[in-house]
């Protein structure tokens, strides 16, 4: 979410804020059961690798993404698993929006998911939702159920704006200048472009586009093809990547396919969105536990608050540290990824290390000597903050609306929730979301 910096400063100034609501669940293990039953199993996290950077490296020189053999790819999804019992999924005190859930003492422990030369951290949300919960503005789009999120952040679309859109050809495969006209991102989600989605995401037509890429391999050249009722045109820019454009009754779009994936960049939010079961999703790239469904021109925050990620990345003897006033918490940034991971100084440790963020420009803390909490703000290379507690809790106060009250039971609300349109119970009032990821 967009902030400036004054409601950055504002808020470091502000009284405490409200303390986050206890979180009885416990940490994905045995929890004691009644009557002599047996504690039920652990479930695990989703591990999410972040050794190479997302595809393109946005606005970095990272190299371009290498050509796929003729072969259809399997991405990669993380599959969901909820670690709180069903008993308490629908059922839970009031969240303030955009209050993540997450404390050290129920959180998984990333140490058992490090290798020789890996580290591993957990990693927070800042849209957490009840466990399972498909929110009721995706229902209303017809989704009956989220992707799972992508694993490898390699499989990821990230390139910037320079690299994300090409020069569209002005004549057809009839050297007859084209008259189709291009769907516009606000149309996006209709049936035009929908249709024809599930049409070319058929395993055929996967092993088709692979084929393609390996042998039509001259940059800048337009290469088309017929099929039945339309045209489409596949193109190589100069950094190697493959776009297809579609042309449907008159109209047209492009889109790319990558890894599997196929995937369309909304220019107006510089975001890649990948095609999945008859939506457009987009996981966020600064924040790969993240993920939001696209609805012309919203995006609908769709993380669950017990959904648990841990990501995992190679070894970094050389990074960058920023210590808080106090020296009771560091934070390390990644040079390149700038991926930042939070610390408790302590010995042993409180918790074990938290993920905050990737793209870090630069890192701030508050000063705790006036008797005020710890807060941790983030700078972004996309001009956004971030911030954070002292145990790596997102602050991403969101605008509060009945959706979000109707979660624990999806039937009418949370005893206690406040007002629907009413600003979070901390009275701590939300800045303007120009990413609509509230959804309204």
């Not at 940059?219 to 093809?225: K, L």
């Not at 905050?356 to 710890?374: C, I, K, T, Y």
Request: charged residues 15%; proline residues 9%; hydrophobic residues 35%.
């Amino acid at each position: 979410m967009k902030r400036t910096t004054a409601w950055v400063m504002a808020l470091l100034l502000a009284p405490n804020l409200a303390a986050l609501g206890e979180n009885n669940r416990d940490s994905g293990g045995a929890r004691a059961g009644g009557g002599g039953r047996s504690a039920p199993a652990a479930r695990q996290p989703v591990v999410i690798n972040m050794s190479r950077p997302s595809s393109g490296g946005h606005n970095r020189n990272f190299p371009s993404q290498v050509s796929q053999p003729a072969a259809r790819v399997q991405p990669s999804y993380g599959r969901l698993q909820w670690s709180a019992p069903a008993s308490q999924s629908k059922a839970q005190a009031y969240i303030p929006a955009g209050r993540n859930l997450f404390t050290p003492a129920n959180r998984p422990n990333p140490a058992a998911y490090a290798t020789s030369g890996q580290r591993a951290a957990v990693a927070t949300h800042h849209h957490p939702y009840t466990p399972g919960y498909v929110r009721k503005k995706l229902q209303k789009i017809g989704v009956s159920q989220e992707p799972a999120l992508i694993t490898d952040r390699a499989q990821m679309i990230n390139t910037s704006r320079q690299n994300s859109t090409i020069r569209f050809p002005a004549k057809g495969p009839d050297h007859n200048p084209l008259s189709a006209v291009a769907i516009s991102r606000d149309h996006f989600s209709d049936p035009l472009v929908s249709g024809h989605m599930a049409l070319v995401d058929s395993p055929e037509w996967h092993d088709r586009v692979a084929a393609f890429d390996a042998s039509e391999n001259r940059p800048g050249h337009y290469y088309w093809h017929a099929d039945n009722g339309f045209n489409y045109c596949h193109y190589l820019d100069n950094w190697g990547y493959h776009w297809w454009g579609w042309y449907v009754g008159g109209q047209f779009f492009w889109n790319r396919y990558f890894e599997g994936r196929w995937w369309w960049y909304d220019s107006d939010f510089d975001r890649w969105c990948f095609w999945n079961d008859g939506f457009w999703w987009w996981q966020d790239p600064y924040h790969v536990a993240d993920l939001y469904c696209y609805d012309d021109g919203n995006y609908i925050p769709c993380n669950s608050a017990d959904d648990q990620v841990v990501v995992t990345a190679e070894n970094v003897p050389n990074m960058n540290v920023y210590a808080s006033p106090d020296g009771t918490r560091q934070v390390k940034v990644v040079p390149g990824t700038e991926d930042a991971f939070l610390y408790d100084t302590a010995n042993p440790p409180s918790f074990q290390p938290v993920y905050l963020a990737s793209g870090v420009e630069s890192v701030s803390f508050s000063d705790p000597n006036s008797g005020r909490p710890l807060e941790i703000v983030l700078k972004l290379n996309d001009g956004s903050f971030d911030m954070f507690d002292a145990n790596g809790n997102s602050y991403s106060p969101g605008n509060y609306d009945e959706d979000e009250a109707a979660q624990a039971g999806q039937d009418g609300g949370t005893p206690g929730a406040p007002p629907a349109g009413s600003n979070p119970p901390d009275g701590t009032a939300a800045p303007p979301a120009p990413d609509n990821s509230s959804g309204t």
